[in-house]
């Protein structure tokens, strides 16, 4: 069974940085290609970014420059880093791997 797993989300203020882990069990992680989403409040669920097995990366306008995926296939993880953050990056962030999501972790920018 495909288990995703978010952690790393919390509250912090514009300009400052987290970095939400996404822990994979249950499938060959290393030939998966792995997606972030959000979703804010009230709106609906956005790609953020997109890493391939061979770790080519895409991301959305509005994180590009700013936000970081990165994957560890030794420990059968991917990796949001997030810097620079605006108070309209919060929102709950997902992991995704095809049609398995986690739960999510909620990201708060906030002074």
């Known amino acids: 069974q495909v288990q995703l797993v978010e952690s790393g989300g919390g509250l912090v203020q514009p300009g400052g940085s987290l970095r939400l882990s996404c822990a994979v069990s249950?499938?060959?992680?290393?030939?998966?290609?792995m997606r972030w989403y959000r979703q804010a409040p009230g709106k609906e669920r956005e790609l953020v970014a997109t890493?391939?097995?061979?770790?080519?990366?895409k991301y959305a306008d509005s994180v590009k420059g700013r936000f970081t995926i990165s994957r560890d296939n030794a420990k059968n993880t991917v990796y949001l880093q997030m810097n620079s953050l605006k108070p309209e990056d919060t929102g709950v962030y997902y992991c995704?791997?095809?049609?398995?999501w986690g739960r999510g972790t909620q990201v708060t920018i906030s002074s």
């Open positions: 995704n791997l095809n049609v398995y």
């Open positions: 249950g499938t060959i992680f290393s030939i998966k290609t």
């Open positions: 890493i391939t097995s061979d770790s080519n990366t």
